[in-house]
């Protein structure tokens, strides 16, 4: 079992920074691969949650979203069971509630692979 607790959302200017934090509890944190997902206001229903990144469960293998490549960087510090997800460079369209999520050991963007998730931290980047 691992429970979630993200954080670090906010109001930021478009091309400003922030820096998201996911907390996990559970003994199992360094044996599964840790994901980022969106949810953007009126796409609920549509298409779900959008991929953003996601990490191996060493850290040694990481995965984009072309729309992110290049401004966002996902880490992870498995001692503290905890992974980051730095966003530079932000443009309005990524705001957004972003979710972490734990799946298996390899990153992968099929969020059906991930079983635990955590309540979303919204990000707001204005114009």
């Known amino acids: 079992q691992v429970q979630l607790v993200e954080s670090g959302g906010g109001l930021v200017q478009a091309g400003g920074s922030l820096r998201l934090s996911c907390a996990a509890s559970?003994?199992?944190?360094?044996?599964?691969?840790m994901g980022w997902f969106r949810q953007a206001p009126g796409k609920e229903r549509e298409l779900g949650r959008e991929?953003?990144?996601?990490?191996?469960?060493?850290?040694?293998?990481?995965r984009y979203a072309n729309s992110v490549l290049g401004r966002f960087t996902i880490s992870r510090d498995n001692a503290k069971n905890t992974v980051y997800l730095q966003m530079n460079r932000l443009k309005p369209e990524d705001t957004a509630v972003y979710y972490c999520a734990a799946g298996p050991s390899w990153a992968t963007s099929e969020q059906r692979l991930y079983n635990y998730w955590g309540q979303g931290t919204q990000v707001t980047v204005s114009s």
């Open positions: 559970g003994r199992t944190f360094s044996s599964v691969a």
């Open positions: 991929f953003v990144a996601s990490i191996s469960a060493s850290g040694g293998g990481t």
